[in-house]
T-cell receptor
Framework: KNEVEQSPQNLTAQEGEFITINCSYS?????LHWLQQHPGGGIVSLFM???GKKKHGRLIATINIQEKHSSLHITASHPRDSAVYIC???????????FGKGTKLSVKP | DGGITQSPKYLFRKEGQNVTLSCEQN?????MYWYRQDPGQGLRLIYY???????QKGDIAEGYSVSREKKESFPLTVTSAQKNPTAFYLC???????????FGPGTRLLVL
């Protein structure tokens, strides 16, 4: 069983819609990451969260440490937001990340 | 420009052949990582290095080897012992083990 679970696996939205991607994990963490992978394969770090909420442009990430749950929201979605969004938690002292399987988002014009 | 480069973008391997994937960073980062990505699975850690001349095995190190002779470089060799090497390989670096990781563009390895 993957220690980091994401839902949904696939998501199709119309341009302008509000989007939510969920991430849950099974153990206590020091930090939770959200990353974006474009079709070419390159990965960009979006957020690193240890508590509360962070916002960058149209992206908002929240985390509830007690419930071991995080969400990534996209407001006013656009076709250029189409990508795979990946949640990852710290794996312990090594600093490596343990990744979810990703949510593939497709935003239609 | 600072960043991480990986080469080549695509790499083909024949049965029984060793191949080396390059990862270079000019961010002055101490920590470097190699991950493998397979369809339908999350990225998995192969090897990591927190400082020059030191590296540690990750979750799936069998069939792989690395070196860290220079701070900027962390090459990964896929040996013939790796029975299923076809995958997308991503290198990452960070200032330290608990810091934000920055990823390279990846190398796609295919077995002929």
């Amino acid at each position: 069983k993957n220690e980091v679970e994401q839902s949904p696996q696939n998501l199709t939205a119309q341009e302008g819609e509000f989007i939510t991607i969920n991430c849950s994990y099974s153990v206590g963490i020091s930090a939770l990451h959200w990353l974006q992978q474009h079709p070419g394969g390159g990965i960009v770090s979006l957020f690193m969260l240890s508590s509360g909420k962070k916002k960058h442009g149209r992206l908002i990430a929240t985390i509830n440490i007690q419930e071991k749950h995080s969400s990534l929201h996209i407001t006013a979605s656009h076709p250029r937001d189409s990508a795979v969004y990946i949640c990852a938690r710290r794996g312990g002292s090594q600093g490596n990340l343990i990744f979810g399987k990703g949510t593939k988002l497709s935003v239609k014009p | 420009d600072g960043g991480i480069t990986q080469s080549p973008k695509y790499l083909f391997r024949k049965e029984g052949q060793n191949v080396t994937l390059s990862c270079e960073q000019n961010l002055n980062h101490d920590a470097m990582y190699w991950y493998r990505q397979d369809p339908g699975q999350g990225l998995r850690l192969i090897y990591y290095s927190q400082i020059v001349n030191d590296f540690q095995k990750g979750d799936i190190a069998e069939g792989y080897s690395v070196s860290r002779e220079k701070k900027e470089s962390f090459p990964l060799t896929v040996t013939s012992a790796q029975k299923n090497p076809t995958a997308f390989y991503l290198c990452a670096s960070a200032r330290g083990l608990q810091e934000t990781q920055y990823f390279g563009p990846g190398t796609r390895l295919l077995v002929l």
